[in-house]
């Protein structure tokens, strides 16, 4: 049996860092979304290995997702009121139309710039 194309527990071929294929990764590594699942964060640790697959979605046919140690992750630090108070506005600012000045109740697009109604009264240029 010939072994998968992305076996390189020991970093050779990938760039350094010890690679595997999808599902197949060794017990005590997680990938940030399993991390945060389990309430943790790296904790400023530096990558351990990838895990890499075969994908239509990326250009280059290759998804990556990096691994971190569990056993050197740390508890997600909890959100104080004044970061809720700082998401909130930051939120805020990207709901609010720079145009006309009102809330839109949605991000704004960025490739407009402007809340839709906004958007549809300029005239289109030439």
Same mark, same amino acid.
């Given at each position: 049996?010939?072994?998968?194309?992305?076996?390189?527990?020991?970093?050779? #071929?990938?760039?350094?860092?010890?690679?595997y294929?999808?599902?197949?990764?060794?017990?005590? @590594? &997680?990938?940030?979304?399993? +991390?945060?699942?389990?309430? +943790?964060? *790296?904790?400023?640790?530096?990558?351990?290995?990838?895990?890499?697959?075969?994908?239509?979605?990326? $250009?280059?046919?290759? #998804?990556?997702?990096? @691994?971190?140690? +569990? $056993? &050197?992750? /740390? *508890?997600?630090? *909890? %959100?104080?009121e004044?970061?809720?108070?700082? +998401?909130? /506005?930051?939120? $805020?600012?990207?709901?609010?139309c720079p /145009?006309?000045?009102?809330?839109?109740g949605y991000? @704004?697009?960025?490739?407009?710039?402007?809340? &839709?109604?906004?958007?549809?009264? %300029?005239?289109?240029?030439?």
């Open positions: 049996m010939a072994r998968p194309r992305f076996w390189d527990p020991q970093g050779e #071929r990938f760039g350094g860092i010890p690679t294929p999808w599902r197949m990764a060794p017990a005590g @590594l &997680l990938t940030r979304r399993q +991390l945060r699942a389990r309430g +943790l964060r *790296p904790n400023g640790q530096d990558v351990a290995a990838q895990i890499m697959w075969r994908s239509r979605r990326s $250009t280059s046919g290759v #998804r990556v997702a990096y @691994l971190y140690r +569990l $056993t &050197l992750a /740390a *508890p997600v630090r *909890p %959100m104080t004044g970061r809720r108070r700082a +998401l909130a /506005a930051a939120n $805020t600012a990207r709901r609010t /145009a006309c000045g009102r809330d839109a991000v @704004l697009p960025a490739h407009l710039g402007t809340c &839709l109604p906004c958007a549809d009264a %300029m005239p289109l240029a030439a």
